[in-house]
């Protein structure tokens, strides 16, 4: 663990704080007001976030982001490469989740008619990780919890497979970015006043992410960041090399080695990016491609799209008690699923059958119609882990109809608060996706379950979920989300508002999302306050399920719909600054 001294007092922390929160408090509001405002169709205005195009389109978080994208595909780049341009450039404009210090998945459509691949780029576990090293309980934050980052093996590994403008046309405008600096939008400015004061023992990213006087940042104040611009020019000139052989990885082993964390050189130059061959699923005569194992998010969303086949759905209304039911039911089967046998495919086995539809239709058999089944029932054995909340997810299409659909994460919002000392990015946690007391399972939520325990070189389960819809061999949707576990559930509610109740995209955004997992027992929904749904919710309750009374927000789903000769990209206003542009 960092053991640095703050700069900062603690009287000034406190008020840093308490400002900060008001703040929040005060943004929140707006945001509610806003997203209360009705949509008006798809003209690219500020309050629908939607934008048509006939050719190329890109959506992502940051806006600035979004145009570096753009850039590319106007510049003859296709689809990979712009994917690669925003991966890079997220890594300045959104420091929170946008990363080089992380992984995450990248699914490719390369061309009509062709199967979809998945480009892996999942953290592992140092060489020197054992399974029992966090036995006595893990903090997200310091050295001992970061992986192997694998972003920028897994960017160079989808350009070298499908790219086609030089490596460094695709990160010199992120190096730019950071060199230059950025102005900074309120929500920026908030994560980044929330983050200097509650951690005043990190000193390199105070040193990277404070303003350096006594305000706090503001929408509009630019963001500098010298270290990154070093890290990014040297990346575009030497190649990804630099980051896993060359000066960036000497700079991360040592700040392993001053911090107590556990990456070494070898760590990093033996680290590997996979294409790895997709979950593929039928609905409704739509093929769906999701991440494989390492990442649960393919298996869970075909899983319960199979379980949902058996019952028809068609004929209950969206928001009937049955039609919702039926769908906690399936979520909370598909995730037992996860837990029992999903890990590192390079590891362990994992069973075919999981998104077989005859294993589907054996499984549907035990749902009730209108009853909820206990999960202790299920399995009285096993329980999940806490886990943190922020990712980020971007898409593109382009002009050949090749298509990107990324999830990217430094697990937490900015990650281990570990800065690179000298380099200017953070580092992920990712090693708390794995189980971590092997063989200790409980109601509280450790798990203990052998697929997904530490081992040296292993990749931690994922549950990113960046998917690919097919519709007759032709790109239909792009979708995928942030939120930790709830990541394949919300891709799930999207999937169904489009593919099952033929809404546009927009609208199945909008709609309110579900989650269960399992274990807790419990739902969330989006929708809990909302005077339409205390009908429905009561009726569930009545039923059995334990609706939880906390209003939580799962991801942004930022997305894009081929409909015919429209390219549609909608970006979620669950985060106001994300924007979606094309032509
Ligand atoms: O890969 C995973 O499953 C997690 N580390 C993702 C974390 C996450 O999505 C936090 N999000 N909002």
Redesign the pocket.
Known sequence: MFTAKSHMPSQQVNRRRQLTRLHILLNLTLVACIAIVPCVGHAADRLTKATVGRHAMVVSVSPTATDVGVAVLRDGGNAVDAAVAVGFALAVTWPE?GNIGGGGFMMIAPAPDIEPVCVDYRETAPAAATANMFSGGTNYKGHLVVGTPGTVAGLALAHQRYGHLPWRRLVEPAARLAEAGFAIDAALAEGLNVLVAEEPEFAELQRVFARGDDRAWRAGDRLIQDDLATTLHRIATAGPQAFYRGPIARRIAEEMKTGGGLITLNDLASYTAKIRRPIHGTYRGYDIYGPPPP?SGGIVVVETLNLLENFNLAAHKRWSPRAVHLVIESMRRAYLDRARFLGDPDFVRIPGRLITKDYAQGLAKGIALDKATPSAELAPDIDLAE?????THFCVVDSSGMGVSNTY?I??SWGSRVVVRGAGFLLNN?MT?FNHRPGHTDQRGAIGTPPNTVEPKKRML???CPVIVLHDGKMFLLTGS????T?PNTVLCVLLGVLQYEEDLMTAIQQPRLHHQWMPDEVLFEGIQRPEFQNLIEQLRHMGHDISPKSRRQ?DAHSIHIDGTRIIGVADQRRTTAKAAGW
């Open positions: 989740a990442s886990e943190g909340n922020s990712t994460t697990e937490r990712e996706d994922s549950s990113q942030p939120g930790g576990r990541i991801g």
